[in-house]
């Protein structure tokens, strides 16, 4: 069977609706746009649905679900503590 995936402490950089047609938009880039590129992704295809923006790899299939929760511990490292800037 599937086998939870478990992963410590993965920053989010951004959360999308699938209604937000301008959810890739920041400040140094005003063009409204979307989270999929021209063409799909590659052995994916187009996002459909809300998505999140993660540091890092995720193990595993493509589509298989990841199980996210809260921290229980108190981070207070410099990495765990820097503000995030999308450019």
Excluded at 12 to 31: F, M, N, Q, W
Excluded at 56 to 69: E, N, Q, T, Y
Aim: net charge positive; aromatic share 6%.
């Amino acid at each position: 069977g599937y086998f939870h995936r478990t992963e410590l402490n993965k920053k989010v950089y951004r959360i999308g609706k699938k209604e937000d047609t301008a959810s890739c938009k920041t400040p140094s880039d005003l063009t409204e746009k979307g989270i999929t590129p021209m063409g799909g992704f590659p052995h994916y295809g187009e996002v459909n649905e809300d998505w999140i923006m993660l540091k890092g790899a995720i193990v595993g299939v493509k589509k298989r679900p990841l199980i996210m929760r809260k921290s229980m511990m108190n981070h207070s490292s410099r990495k765990h503590l820097e503000a995030i800037d999308i450019k």
